[in-house]
């Protein structure tokens, strides 16, 4: 089974002020040729792309960007309710978490129980792009609220749009709600990167952390060699790749790497020359499998 742990939905028609311009900050920083590839995210478009890449299921991740962000033509609500009927279209195929940004409060914990209960969404995404600091003790009912109701919570670490903030996104703010609430599997998105090595030791320490690889095609695009070294390094600090799960952010990186061409890169991994001198480990056959699935359908309780 593959499972894509990480993608957005959007239509072309919603995209207007500043999430527009998030979008096309995004393509101009990745000096990508057609922008259409990122402002096409519709649910049609992303199944098309699973069949030809043979992916079984693929998770949902609505953005609630609408307290730093204007623009749009619906709410996180709405936009919450865009993913719950897509989930209902093709139920076998998608699977959605909820967009929730924790400063709203009771609002928060509210909407996040409205998404699991009445649609059966399967976690929280938090886009700390907006401007908060996840470990804010000030969200933990939110937290609360997640851990009754048996969700995962999606985190993301690492790079961000150019008028966002760095400092927001560092993982090592996952590392105390992981310790506060151990019965939340917490995912931290991108590998942290640039803070791989922060976010590889967050995991590493906690073991309800994990790591996705969503957003790493324009580093594999440029230097393929650090991608295999993070995941060998994932292997050897973790004695395994039972932490990793595969990811793409899609429709972020198309331009680069299909789906198909994506999964392509973790099943064709090798062990280049310079990791075994390293003493790192290569990523094998049962390894690629884990990544690729078999992790995320256990932490999904699929």
Known sequence: MIID????????????????????????????????????????????????????KTVLLPLDYEILYTGGALS?????????????????RLIAFAGVDPRRGAGAVAELRRCVEEHGFRGL???????????????????????RLGV????HTGMGPADSYLKTCRPVYVDKIAVDFREIPFVMAHVGAPWTEEALAVAMKNAN?????????KTCSVFP????????????????????????????????????????????????????VLGLPGITREDKALILGENARGLLRL
């Open 152 to 155: 995962v919570v999606m985190v």
């Open 225 to 276: 060699f650090a991608f295999s070294q993070l995941l060998s390094l994932a292997k050897a600090m973790h004695r395994g790749v039972h932490k990793v799960l595969f990811g793409s952010d899609w429709p972020m990186f198309t331009e680069l790497f299909s789906q198909r061409a994506w999964v392509e890169v973790v099943e064709k991994l090798d062990h280049p020359a310079p990791l075994q």
């Open 209 to 217: 952390v994990y790591v996705d690889i969503s957003a790493w095609q």
């Open 5 to 56: 742990m990480h993608c957005h939905i959007w239509k072309r028609e919603w995209l207007s002020g500043d999430l527009l311009k998030v979008l096309e900050s995004v393509n101009d920083q990745m000096r990508f040729q057609d922008r259409e590839n990122i402002l096409d995210g519709s649910p049609e478009r992303l199944i098309a792309a699973m069949d030809e890449a043979g992916i079984d």
């Open 125 to 147: 995404k938090l886009w700390t792009v907006t401007g908060f600091v996840p470990d804010d003790e000030a969200f933990y009912p939110l937290y609360e609220e997640a851990a």
């Open 76 to 92: 996180f609500k709405e936009y919450n309710d865009f993913a719950a009927q897509c989930t209902r279209r093709y139920p076998k």
